[in-house]
Nanobody, 116 residues
Framework: QVQLVESGGGLVQPGGSLSLSCAAS????????MGWYRQAPGKQRDMVAT???????KYADSVKGRFTISRDNAKNTVYLQMNSLEPEDTAVYYC??????????WGKGTLVAVSS
C-alpha cells in the first residue's frame, strides 16, 4: 500500500522560511513523478511544484524564485524548500505521486500558516 507522509508545516512570519518533506513507502519511488499541491480555505487545490522521475521541474508562477522542489531517491523523499513566505502562501500542502501506471496518490497534508 502506497503511503505519503508530509512533515515540516507550521506557523511562520511573513518573509520566513519552511522546509516540507514527504516520505513515500510502498512504491518504487524513483519511478514516480512527485509534486506538491496546496489548498487554501475555500479554494481549489492547486499545483505548487512538480518533479518528474527524470528530474524535470515545474513551478506555479506564484512561487517561482521562492520555492525549490527536490527529491532524494535513496531516501524515498521529496522536499519543498519555501523562502520569502507570504500570507497568500497559507494553505494545507499535499504531497502527490503519479506512478508509471497512472496511479495517483495523495498524502494527508500539512498546514502552513504565514502570519505576523
Amino acid at each position: 500500500q502506497v503511503q505519503l507522509v508530509e512533515s515540516g508545516g507550521g506557523l511562520v512570519q511573513p518573509g520566513g522560511s519552511l522546509s516540507l518533506s514527504c516520505a513515500a513507502s510502498g512504491t518504487t519511488f524513483s519511478r514516480n513523478d512527485m509534486g506538491w499541491y496546496r489548498q487554501a480555505p475555500g479554494k481549489q487545490r492547486d499545483m505548487v511544484a512538480t518533479i518528474t522521475s527524470g528530474n524535470s521541474i515545474k513551478y506555479a508562477d506564484s512561487v517561482k524564485g521562492r520555492f525549490t522542489i527536490s527529491r532524494d531517491n535513496a531516501k524515498n523523499t521529496v522536499y519543498l524548500q519555501m523562502n520569502s513566505l507570504e500570507p497568500e502562501d497559507t494553505a494545507v500542502y499535499y504531497c502527490h505521486a503519479l506512478t508509471p501506471y497512472a496511479m495517483i496518490y495523495w498524502g494527508k497534508g500539512t498546514l502552513v500558516a504565514v502570519s505576523s
